[in-house]
């Protein structure tokens, strides 16, 4: 099946510092990608929705300016989280649609993110 | 508006068939998915269906009513490692998905 990419799995950094978030398609083209968030105890909440060479769609109550999305290839796309506070440490997921199973999300193993 | 409601949580026992429900309100619909997820981990794919009817994969059955915008998860022959949030996601006209809660199934010996 269909294999995404993500790392790093766990970063620490202290607050005020910018990190990335990487998401490859390993053997298909992704036309789509999406970031998810999910709080403890909570379900998982879209971000933003991305097509390959546009901007990314961003969801209500989410800053794109903080939350900076680049989807410049069909096999890659970053979520760089700007000037990090401890609010935004959270469980952060992506997943990436596309190939012959158009219909089906595969998604990558997440990313622990915690802001000291 | 769109929603997705299934259980919060339920217990079953080792060996024995659990019935998971989902009910959906979404604008448009373009399937349905199932996902299981363990705790501290991404959530893995189990089923889409978006044909009425159930499909059949191994331990895990799907059924989508479309009509009732209705969904079943089934799992037959718990095993302990099937303790796990089991999610339940609508797809929407804009190819969204909706997200349910998730039901936090808990088996016990």
């Known amino acids: 099946g269909a294999v995404v990419s993500q790392h790093p799995s766990r970063v620490i950094c202290k607050s005020g510092t910018s990190v990335k978030i990487e998401c490859r398609s390993l053997?298909?083209?992704?036309?789509?990608m999406f970031w998810y968030r999910q709080f403890p105890k909570q379900s998982l909440m879209l971000m933003a929705t991305?097509?390959?060479?546009?901007?990314?769609?961003?969801e209500q109550g989410v800053e794109k300016d903080k939350f900076l999305i680049n989807h410049a290839s069909l096999t890659l796309s970053t979520l760089t989280v700007t000037s990090a506070h401890p609010e935004d440490s959270s469980f952060y997921i992506c997943s990436a649609r596309g190939g012959q199973e158009n219909e089906k999300l595969f998604f990558g193993s997440g990313t622990q993110l915690s802001v000291l | 508006g769109q929603n997705i409601d299934q259980p919060t949580e339920m217990t079953a026992t080792e060996g024995a068939i659990v019935q998971i429900n989902c009910t959906y309100q979404t604008s448009g619909f373009n399937g349905l998915f199932w996902y299981q997820q363990h705790a501290g981990e991404a959530p893995t794919f189990l089923s889409y269906?978006?044909l009425d009817g159930l499909e059949e994969k191994g331990r895990f059955s799907s059924f989508l009513s479309r009509s009732k915008g209705y969904s079943y998860l089934l799992l037959k022959e718990l095993q302990m490692k099937d303790s796990a949030s089991y999610l339940c996601a609508a797809l929407d006209s804009n190819y969204q998905l909706i997200w349910g809660a998730g039901t936090k199934l808990i088996i016990k010996p």
């Open positions: 269906n978006v």
């Open positions: 053997d298909f083209q992704a036309t789509t």
């Open positions: 991305s097509n390959e060479g546009s901007k990314a769609t961003y």
